[in-house]
């Protein structure tokens, strides 16, 4: 694939289907742009499929549908800079190098100002405290931190009042679904057990590939927090049949009160 061209196709794809949004609705322009749109879709998914394979194809049949895939092409458009990006630091090897820049915007800018300062141990330490913060804001969970808040935010049982969760998405009914959400609950308690917790409490330093290792353990559990999906609890129906028969209840002893109140003011003028 060539990378600069896909590049340009994604571009070229969302610039359009920004723009069909700006139609007016009953003008008769929409129909003829939603079928570039559609034709434009086909090569964007083929794109998506070769760069991307673990993110999911794009479905779109109205221009709103189409103006509604932005999470999906800044998702690959973003892949495509990581791949320039690693080419531009070339390491002696030849190979691609990772500066820390291409690692999650909360673990990067917590941690380059303490690297570039050769304070390693702190760089992870603070990191760990900015994922953690940003898991509490994407869950609104503030009463419980680090590893409790991972394995709540990542455990199998459903959402309760407060206490939302977070799944991977796709059909929870695949083997491999289940895999990825079991995994990254043990990955993200595993994280802050074996990371965050010797990182801030530990004396001295680390060296610098044990601690870029960690950094990117942290920016993964990062990477589910800002692409997962958020389940809120959804309080259930109200019981039609137990409201009815509360209201009867209530109509019954209300005409049971206006009787007994009737008969008490005829008794009262003999």
Known sequence: ???????????????????????????GQRGPVLVVL???????????RELAPD????????????????????????????????????????GPAFPLSLL?????????????????????????????KFAQDQLSRH???????????????????GKPRLRCPGDHRLVTVKDQQAGARQLANGAFLAIRNPAHHMIGDWNPATAFHHLTILSHVAHYFRDW?????????????????????QTVKSAGVRLRATGEGGTGRM
């Open 104 to 132: 999650d915007p909360v673990i990067s800018e917590v941690a380059i100002p303490l690297w570039e300062a050769d304070k390693f141990r702190q760089a992870v330490s603070d990191a760990a405290t900015s994922l953690n």
């Open 55 to 94: 993110l999911p194809l794009i479905s779109a049949r109205t221009i709103a549908q189409h103006g509604a895939t932005w999470p999906h092409l800044n998702r690959a458009l973003a892949i495509i800079d990581v791949g320039r990006e690693m080419e531009e630091h070339q390491w002696a090897g030849r």
């Open 1 to 27: 694939m060539n990378r600069e061209d896909a590049f340009r196709q994604l571009c070229d794809y969302r610039s359009q289907a920004s723009a069909a949004q700006k139609l007016p609705r009953f003008a």
């Open 143 to 161: 009463d419980v931190y680090d590893s409790k808040l991972m394995t709540e935010a990542f455990s199998d049982d459903p959402p309760k009042s």
């Open 229 to 249: 999906d958020v389940v809120e609890y959804v309080p259930p129906p109200p019981d039609i049949n137990a409201l009815m028969a509360a209201y009867q209840a």
């Open 38 to 48: 559609d034709k434009k879709l086909i090569t964007v998914n083929l794109i998506l």
